[in-house]
């Protein structure tokens, strides 16, 4: 059995029962815009959340027993969630596109020849202009307790090359059962290019310039915003995925 369905059997460090506070408060600022994928979704805590805020979201993760629990849970709690077993490598196979793609805890589980192939995954699976949001424990936290790799804000630049940008890497924290565990953490913004050439300069010196992707999220439709789910904006062409 592996290592994490294994894990799934007992109660793992990182099953706080509620998201985790640095997801949460992106989601409060807007950050995470329209349909979500929840990749390496656990059993489901994220994505759970998300759907409550009126997000489509679906969850996948290899672990079977998690996709279980999170599938009863959603359930319980009568959240449209769709949860399936899958390989965070092999995104492209769900065949479907994501505006938002949020990873809690798996960026930091990968070798490091998975991680760019987790780079390229991950575009097949957004639309162009899409982000990842990712949380991985960050090289300030102590090994003396095991745990994951930790992970450098240079290692993370380094996996996601153009077509990624890197919008911005932050200090947060992972919150766990174990107090002994301090929990710093990375939370790092990865936009897709959209694959749309620049519109011209603007002849008009009033004219401002175009909204960045996430302003243009901003301005989603009274409806969605009525709902509390931020749209994304309408994308053409797919990018290339790295
Ligand atoms: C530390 S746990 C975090 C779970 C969940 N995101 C949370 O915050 O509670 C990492 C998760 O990634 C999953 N995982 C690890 N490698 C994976 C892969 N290659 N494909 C899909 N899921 C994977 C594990 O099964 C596990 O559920």
Redesign the pocket.
Known sequence: M????R??LGA?P???GH??PAFVRLEEAGEIVGRVL?????????ALYLAGKGHPVWG????PT?IERASSKARARSLPVTFRT?????LGALGERFDTV?????F???LDP?RSR?AGSVARALVPGGRLFV?CFSEHEPTDWGG?RRVTQPEIRATFRPPWSVRWIREER?ETRDPSIGGRAWLAALELADGRRAPPPSTNPRAGRSLPAHRRARAASPTSRARGCRRAPTRTRAATPA
């Open positions: 592996h290592f994490f369905d894990a799934y793992p990182w099953e706080i998201p985790q929840d990749v390496g979704c656990g059993t489901g805590e994220l996948v993760d290899f672990a998690a899958a390989s965070a490598l092999e949020t990873d809690c805890g798996l930091h589980t990968f998975h987790y949380l994951p992972f």
